[in-house]
């Protein structure tokens, strides 16, 4: 539907306001896709079966619905394995999210949390050992989401915030730091409004904030015996998003719904970079910012049978960046001042999609479609051996 989740009612609107669980009850929901990591593989490189959701509805006089959703797909790479200066292999981490919501007053609340843990620990009891002493390497990561939402006005107004935290162990063979952290969160708010103009038309104006910040302090004397324990390298990489659009829901006819989403986004990112050279610090700063102005977004979902719909949609991102390297005086030879290298560059970033929903009973299948089937026929027709499907997700309504 063409990045369609901001401006449309949905299941899977969960994700960007905790409250609208409450609207999804007695769900089971699978996920499967391929999605490929650079040496941060399972099984040849890809997940398959990647997220598992149910959502359960308790109570009866002041009923809530609770959801539980664990994920097997890898984080990040870069966050925060490469600020942590970890190796390429991953730890073994461990995701889960948690939902809540009840009804408070007319008002609809809902909760979020995330956890993400993964550790490796050489065991110093053990026979292996590094130059004949323990190995006391220790990787450890820890992330925590907190996000609250609330939906007012019959469901028409929708708003959360969140909060994120992140730190980490990143020990050498010899129990000294190799990294550490300094301080890493991401702090979020969204909302969003549905307005009907009439019984066809509805507009969602929409908007957002995020703040974030990572940083962390390297070592480089960590193996020494002694005399160790002196930050070499603090790098620091923070920035905010803006983000506000109008969006419309357009529905002509029974089981036909259109929908268009036109907005900007603003993005700064700042990155900080002090090296111990010759017992003296010397800073970089280099400065990112994105201007997408404007964005615009299409989409249609259509009922072709009683058991199927057909969906396509279409993003189109004007984007506008602009590259700012700050550098010191001296910093490639004595004597030189200090100097900023500007960059700018523009880029119209287009994006389709296609995509069919099937429904038998109480079972919904929605497929995100490899545009080669389109052109080729099934795979056992063509004996072709492409992905037929980027993404399926699989819903269950218990009762």
Do not use: C
């Amino acid at each position: 539907m063409g990045d369609a989740n901001m401006v449309i009612h949905d299941d899977n609107n969960i994700w960007l306001f905790p409250s609208t669980i409450y609207d999804y009850p007695e769900m089971a929901i699978g996920e499967f896709g391929e999605y490929y990591y650079y040496y941060y593989d399972k099984e040849n490189g890809s997940y398959l079966f990647t997220d598992v959701g149910v959502h359960y509805k308790f109570g009866e006089k002041k009923p809530f619905v609770m959801g539980l959703y664990f994920t097997t797909k890898q984080p990040n790479p870069e966050f925060p394995y490469d600020l942590a200066n970890f190796s390429y292999t991953p730890l073994d981490n461990h995701r889960i999210d948690l939902f809540y919501s009840r009804m408070l007053g007319d008002n609809k609340f809902g909760f979020h949390f995330e956890y993400l843990h993964g550790a490796r620990t050489h065991d110093v009891d053990s026979l292996y050992t590094y130059n004949g002493l323990p190995d006391l390497t220790e990787e450890k990561t820890d992330a925590y989401s907190f996000d609250f939402g609330l939906t007012m006005k019959d469901g028409k107004l929708d708003l959360a915030a969140g909060l994120a935290l992140l730190s980490w162990t990143n020990t050498g063979f010899n129990g000294h730091d190799r990294t550490e952290p300094d301080g890493n969160m991401m702090f979020h708010l969204r909302g969003r409004y549905f307005h009907e103009v009439d019984q066809k038309i509805t507009l969602v104006p929409h908007g957002g904030f995020e703040y974030w910040k990572l940083a962390g302090k390297e070592y480089d004397d960590w193996q020494l015996a002694e005399d160790f324990g002196v930050v070499t390298d603090q790098d620091e990489y923070k920035g905010i998003t803006f983000d506000a659009g109008l969006g419309l829901n357009y529905t002509p006819a029974a089981g036909i719904m259109a929908i268009g989403d036109f907005g900007i986004e603003f993005v700064n990112e700042t990155d900080t970079y002090e090296d111990l050279v010759d017992d003296e610090w010397e800073s970089r700063e280099y400065k990112y910012t994105w201007l997408t102005l404007p964005y615009f977004k299409i989409g249609i979902d259509a009922v072709v049978f009683d058991w199927m719909d057909l969906r396509m949609g279409a993003t189109s991102y004007w984007v506008n960046q602009k590259n700012e390297y700050d550098y010191p005086a001296d910093y490639y030879t004595d004597g030189d001042p200090a100097f900023t290298n500007e960059y700018k560059y523009s880029d119209v970033e287009n994006t389709v999609y296609i995509g069919a929903g099937f429904h038998w009973g109480n079972l919904f299948i929605d497929t995100h479609i490899n545009p080669e089937m389109i052109l080729n026929g099934f795979n056992f027709i063509s004996g072709r051996e492409e992905t037929m499907n980027y993404q399926v997700s699989l819903k269950y309504n218990m009762f």
